[in-house]
């Protein structure tokens, strides 16, 4: 196998790493935001609550 | 102050950046300062990240095991939510083992997969930790789900020291690289050390970060839950009062 070849090989190891770690920062990033919205909804009720 | 009051400042701030910072030199040590290995050539520079992603994963798993003894010892959820955290971000780490192994292999070994002892055991591994996580997401809130979760977390990590020696054992194809006996293959240049220590600082903040933000993020949503649960309760007695003549 030639150079070049082994570098495509070297290359593609690195960036399935980096995409698998983009994947998780990105599921980790919505779970935050579903909990932002979580919490906002308790906000408004807690507030709704309180007007009452 | 509590662990986790100590813990949170160093986590938030120091422990991202320093990640950061290592895992950029951990790539200029592998693709500028380290030299070509002589019989594989470029590839070889695959097994800084394998490696130390198979020991992030290997202390995952290790970590959920403890802290799932723990949980099943003193019942505090504080225990199962850092175990849930450590499988997740150990989950991700042995997918990239199970990734950049067989990329590794196809030009040295000339394919892709082979049922070796060491690759065998790591599939194995993967799958225990994918049935915990599946248990986790279908049992949410059930206390003997996340009893079942501990049990099998803490089975599940003795399969780490049989990968380990399973190379020695069985005698599989897998390069025992970094327990070689002397003279016998190995790392024999001082660079490919450095290289591999300053990888391993790097795979080793990034997974306590991620497992920290993991960790944060549930011990969150269960205190959500728990505000949720008690918000319902005062607007049921709320209305109930407000029926009372």
């Given at each position: 196998?030639?150079?070049?070849?082994?570098?495509?090989?070297?290359?593609?190891?690195?960036?399935?790493?980096?995409?698998?770690?983009?994947?998780?920062?990105?599921?980790?990033?919505?779970?935050?935001?579903?909990?932002?919205?979580?919490?906002?909804?308790?906000?408004?009720?807690?507030?709704?609550?309180?007007?009452? | 102050?509590?662990?986790?009051?100590?813990?949170?400042?160093?986590?938030?701030?120091?422990?991202?950046?320093?990640?950061?910072?290592?895992?950029?030199?951990?790539?200029?040590?592998?693709?500028?300062?380290?030299?070509?290995?002589?019989?594989?050539?470029?590839?070889?520079?695959?097994?800084y990240f394998h490696v130390n992603a198979a020991w992030?994963?290997?202390?995952?798993?290790?970590?959920?095991?403890?802290?799932?003894?723990?949980?099943?010892?003193?019942?505090?959820?504080?225990?199962?939510?850092?175990?849930?955290?450590?499988?997740?971000?150990?989950?991700?780490?042995?997918?990239?083992?199970?990734?950049?192994?067989?990329?590794?292999?196809?030009?040295?070994?000339?394919?892709?997969?082979?049922?070796?002892?060491?690759?065998?055991?790591?599939?194995?591994?993967?799958?225990?930790?994918?049935?915990?996580?599946?248990?986790?997401?279908?049992?949410?809130?059930?206390?003997?789900?996340?009893?079942y979760a501990a049990v099998l977390a803490i089975v599940?990590?003795?399969?780490?020291?049989?990968?380990?020696?399973?190379?020695?054992?069985?005698?599989?194809?897998?390069?025992?690289?970094?327990?070689?006996?002397?003279?016998?293959?190995?790392?024999?240049?001082?660079?490919?050390?450095?290289?591999?220590?300053?990888?391993?600082?790097?795979?080793?903040?990034?997974?306590?970060?991620?497992?920290?933000?993991?960790?944060?993020?549930?011990?969150?949503?269960?205190?959500?839950?728990?505000?949720?649960?008690?918000?319902?309760?005062?607007?049921?007695?709320?209305?109930?009062?407000?029926?009372?003549?």
């Amino acid at each position: 196998m030639t150079q070049p070849d082994r570098f495509w090989f070297l290359f593609s190891a690195y960036g399935a790493i980096w995409v698998l770690l983009a994947l998780f920062l990105v599921h980790l990033g919505r779970r935050h935001r579903a909990l932002e919205r979580a919490l906002d909804e308790l906000r408004r009720r807690v507030g709704g609550d309180r007007s009452r | 102050m509590t662990i986790r009051a100590r813990i949170a400042p160093v986590a938030d701030t120091v422990l991202p950046g320093f990640a950061f910072v290592a895992m950029l030199a951990a790539l200029a040590c592998v693709f500028l300062y380290v030299p070509n290995e002589r019989m594989q050539g470029a590839v070889q520079r695959i097994f800084y990240f394998h490696v130390n992603a198979a020991w992030s994963a290997f202390f995952g798993f290790g970590l959920a095991a403890l802290a799932s003894a723990l949980f099943l010892w003193r019942t505090d959820a504080t225990y199962d939510r850092l175990a849930r955290a450590a499988v997740e971000v150990g989950m991700l780490f042995c997918t990239m083992v199970l990734c950049t192994g067989p990329i590794w292999a196809r030009p040295i070994w000339g394919t892709w997969w082979t049922w070796d002892p060491r690759l065998t055991m790591t599939v194995i591994l993967w799958t225990i930790y994918a049935v915990y996580l599946v248990l986790r997401a279908m049992g949410e809130d059930d206390p003997q789900i996340a009893r079942y979760a501990a049990v099998l977390a803490i089975v599940g990590v003795l399969d780490v020291p049989l990968i380990m020696v399973s190379v020695r054992l069985w005698r599989g194809i897998h390069p025992s690289v970094i327990s070689a006996p002397a003279g016998q293959g190995g790392i024999q240049d001082a660079r490919m050390i450095v290289a591999l220590v300053v990888t391993l600082v790097a795979f080793t903040s990034l997974f306590l970060w991620l497992v920290w933000r993991r960790f944060e993020a549930l011990r969150l949503e269960d205190e959500l839950r728990a505000l949720e649960d008690d918000v319902d309760a005062l607007g049921g007695r709320a209305a109930v009062g407000g029926a009372t003549p």
